[in-house]
C-alpha cells in the first residue's frame, strides 16, 4: 500500500511540476532599430542626444513580460543640439571622467528583478542599473505592446559618482550648476 501511495504521490507531483512550470520566451532587441535618447538638465538650459543600445531582450511568460536585459554603450554617448567644436567639446566631455569615464567603463548595464504588470501592457519594473560600474536599483514604468515596448528613465547621476557641477553638492555654483537627475527615453522593437 506505501508503495502504490508513493507511486501516486510522485505522479501527482510529476504533474504539479509539469502544469507549473511557464514556458519563457526571450525577444531579442533589435539594436538598430531601437532608439536611445538623453536629457541633461542645466539650471539654464538643457542639452539632450543620442546613445547606443549594444544588446537586449526582454522575456515573457504566457504574453506577459517578467524579466529585461540591457547593454548599452557608453563610447557613443553622442550630444544632438549643438554642432561643430560646440558638439566635440560636449561629447568630449561627456565620455570624460567629470561624467561617465568611457574610457573605464565603456558599458552600462539594466537588469531587470521584478516586473508587475500593473494594467495591460504596462509595467511597474524594478531593476539593477549599472553604471561607472556601481549599482544601483532603480523603478520605473515600461509600456510593451505589440513588438516595442517604451519607457523614460530619471536617473540621479550622483548616485553612480557623476558629481560634476552638481547644485546639491555644489550649492556655490548658483546658475552655473546641473541638475543631478538626467533622462533616458528608450523605444524598443524587438
Known amino acids: 500500500m506505501k508503495t502504490f501511495q508513493s507511486i501516486l504521490y510522485v505522479l501527482f507531483l510529476g504533474l504539479t511540476l509539469t502544469t507549473t512550470a511557464q514556458k519563457t520566451t ?5 539594436v538598430q532599430k531601437s532608439e536611445l535618447t538623453w536629457k541633461g538638465y542645466k539650471i539654464a538650459g538643457q542639452h539632450e542626444g543620442t546613445i547606443n543600445l549594444k544588446s ?9 513580460l517578467v524579466s ?7 563610447t557613443s554617448v553622442s550630444a544632438t543640439d549643438v554642432s561643430g567644436k560646440g558638439k566635440e567639446k560636449l561629447d568630449g566631455h561627456l565620455k570624460s571622467e567629470d561624467f561617465f569615464d568611457v574610457e573605464k567603463f565603456p558599458e552600462a548595464t539594466l537588469t531587470f528583478t521584478k516586473a508587475k504588470e500593473i494594467s495591460k501592457g504596462n509595467y511597474e519594473i524594478t531593476g539593477i542599473l549599472i553604471i561607472k560600474g556601481i ?11 505589440n513588438n516595442t515596448a517604451s519607457t523614460t528613465l530619471e536617473i540621479d547621476r550622483t548616485k553612480y559618482d557623476i558629481k ?13 550648476a546641473i541638475k543631478d537627475n538626467f533622462d533616458i527615453t528608450a523605444k524598443l522593437v524587438f
Open 26 to 30: 526571450a525577444k531579442r532587441i533589435d
Open 68 to 74: 529585461g536585459e540591457f547593454v548599452v554603450d557608453m
Open 135 to 145: 549599482k544601483q536599483e532603480i523603478t520605473f514604468k515600461l509600456a510593451v505592446e
Open 56 to 64: 537586449g531582450q526582454l522575456s515573457f511568460e504566457k504574453n506577459k
Open 164 to 176: 560634476y557641477r552638481s547644485g546639491t553638492i555644489f550649492p556655490e555654483l548658483a546658475d552655473k
